[in-house]
């Protein structure tokens, strides 16, 4: 495996499971865990909020409010990044929460606007048309972060509400997050 994909794997274990231990990811990816903990500094110094400590209860973790953000990553990095994703998430498994997920990666990296039905918490439908920039995880969910045409801001999508998802032919060239 080479060192970019081994890196982005490691972000996106850490940000499902919170923490591990350096012995565990040296295990899953076949490297000692002295190449481990160079990955943590390499990440570290690349600006990702991940550290590790000592102890019994010690490992490796990584913020709980990081947001990737696609707007610093090439084209190339976004695809391995979401295919990462896709392979590790799944969002819960089932074919047409991959076929969502699928769908929202494709327009994130075509710049596409998308047009889906949200339930919010209450379970109550509306129809949204977006511009979507970022896919989060926190608190064991996935969530959209996009630009709103309807509302004119930005809005958060917990993904497993969202129905219905269609790509529009329109394409944005705007980055709203800065």
Same mark, same amino acid.
């Given at each position: 495996?080479?060192?970019?994909?081994?890196?982005?794997?490691?972000?996106?274990?850490?940000?499902?499971?919170?923490?591990?231990?350096?012995?565990?990811?040296?295990?899953?990816?076949?490297?000692?865990?002295?190449?481990?903990?160079?990955?943590?500094?390499?990440?570290?110094?690349?600006?990702?909020?991940?550290?590790?400590?000592?102890? /019994?209860?010690?490992?490796? @973790? &990584?913020?709980?409010?990081? #947001? %990737? +953000? =696609?707007? !610093?990553?090439?084209?190339?990095?976004? *695809?391995?990044?979401?295919?990462?994703?896709?392979?590790?998430?799944?969002?819960?498994?089932?074919?047409? /929460?991959?076929?969502?997920? @699928? &769908?929202?990666?494709?327009? #994130? %990296? +075509? =710049?596409? !606007?998308?047009?889906?039905?949200?339930? *919010?918490?209450?379970?109550?439908?509306?129809?949204?048309?977006?511009?979507?920039?970022?896919?989060?995880? /926190?608190?064991?969910?996935?969530?959209?972060?996009?630009?709103? #045409?309807?509302?004119?801001?930005?809005?958060?999508?917990?993904?497993?509400?969202?129905?219905?998802?269609?790509?529009?032919?329109?394409?944005?060239?705007?980055?709203?997050?800065?």
């Amino acid at each position: 495996m080479q060192v970019n994909n081994r890196l982005f794997e490691i972000v996106y274990i850490l940000m499902q499971k919170k923490k591990v231990t350096a012995k565990e990811l040296a295990k899953r990816f076949e490297v000692s865990t002295r190449t481990i903990y160079r990955d943590v500094e390499v990440l570290s110094g690349a600006n990702i909020p991940i550290y590790a400590s000592k102890g /019994k209860d010690g490992g490796i @973790e &990584i913020l709980d409010e990081y #947001i %990737l +953000n =696609k707007t !610093i990553l090439s084209e190339k990095e976004q *695809n391995q990044i979401l295919f990462a994703l896709q392979g590790m998430e799944k969002v819960g498994g089932q074919d047409e /929460k991959e076929e969502r997920f @699928e &769908i929202i990666k494709s327009a #994130i %990296l +075509n =710049k596409n !606007i998308i047009r889906f039905n949200y339930y *919010n918490s209450n379970g109550e439908e509306s129809k949204r048309v977006v511009e979507p920039l970022q896919i989060w995880f /926190k608190d064991k969910s996935w969530y959209l972060i996009s630009y709103c #045409i309807d509302k004119e801001d930005y809005r958060v999508f917990k993904i497993t509400r969202i129905r219905e998802i269609e790509i529009l032919e329109e394409h944005t060239e705007k980055i709203y997050l800065k």
